[in-house]
């Protein structure tokens, strides 16, 4: 199996598409088209992981935050990219992240700490906008069940929770074909008419080269009349952060410990108790003060984020608890999550945890 098996399936569950702009995910050092052997998962990849990539015999690292994140203008002895990059690059090491795309998809990161937390029941936060297009299409009515079913299994019909969806009405299409045509249906040079299905789905913009795959597979037409159409709907299976709810309440005390002992956090910052009932939780793993208003808006009774500073947590007054559980703290689950999801996917390869600690914060 090649590299590239890995980063498309990758790809598949956590799009490019998703990452935030100023980010820097996917494949950053290395040839994907090399023979898979053994994957390190990191958080950070520090020279320390990428020597214990090398000490295991690994050809692949996949991180959490990327090695190549501000643009690099030299690549000189003493910086810390330039040694990972070359101990990659002596040993035949491909380097791929999954920064914000993981961070912005439904079953990503965030999801894996409400799993921690018992929360099952969540939602995007902050859904992002124009990433979905509307594919209209039209095909001879005794084939539309074929043709909209390949769309739905190559990932169109997408709303929310709910999948299959689309709207569908009959007409009568007219076409004439020419002498060079070789028609599915009627006769060359003369006028046809024939009963057609509309056919409306909505998908996001990263599967739409696999739907027109589906699409030009499952037509009969040698022509296919279609339309594309960009939407400005929010996508809400991809956006920042997530809020979610407990079956039971808690009060802040009891939340805190949980918080604690699930996710193995050594301080947690905060604002005051308000003896406020813990029911609604809004949480972005990660520097997430940017979501501190929104999860305010959406009702949350406490949001979870790390990265605050001093005047974050005057913002949310009475209305909510505010907690700063670490960035380092907040997202090494990613190893976790990248291993079960790799694992189910590829159980004849090897995939290790890496266990360099490189949170560079220490508490005293």
Known sequence: MKISAIVEYLESISPLSCQEDYDNCGLLVGDDRIEFQKALLCLDLTEMVMEEAVRHNCNLVISHHPLIFHGLKKLT??????AVIKLAFIHNIAVYAMHTNLDNTLNGL????????????????TPKPGMLLKLSVFCPVGHTEKVREALFGAGAGHIGQYDCCSFNVEGKGTFRASDTANPFIGEKNKLHVEKETRVEVICARYVLPAIMKALRESHPYE????????LENSNALCGAGLIGEFENTLDELEFLNLVKNKLDIPVIRHTAFRSLVIKKVALCTGSGSFLIHEAIRSGADVYLTADLKYHDFFIPGNKMLLLDIGHYESEQGVKEWLYAALIEKFPNFAFLISEVNTNPVHYF
């Not at 002895?77 to 330039?82: D, F, I, K, M, N």
């Not at 965030?110 to 936060?125: E, P, Y």
């Not at 022509?223 to 960009?230: C, F, G, T």
């Open 110 to 125: 965030n999801s894996f700490i409400f799993s921690k937390l018992g929360i099952t029941k969540f939602n995007i936060l």
């Open 223 to 230: 022509e296919i009349a279609y339309d594309i159409y960009p």
């Open 77 to 82: 002895t003493g910086l810390p990219e330039a």
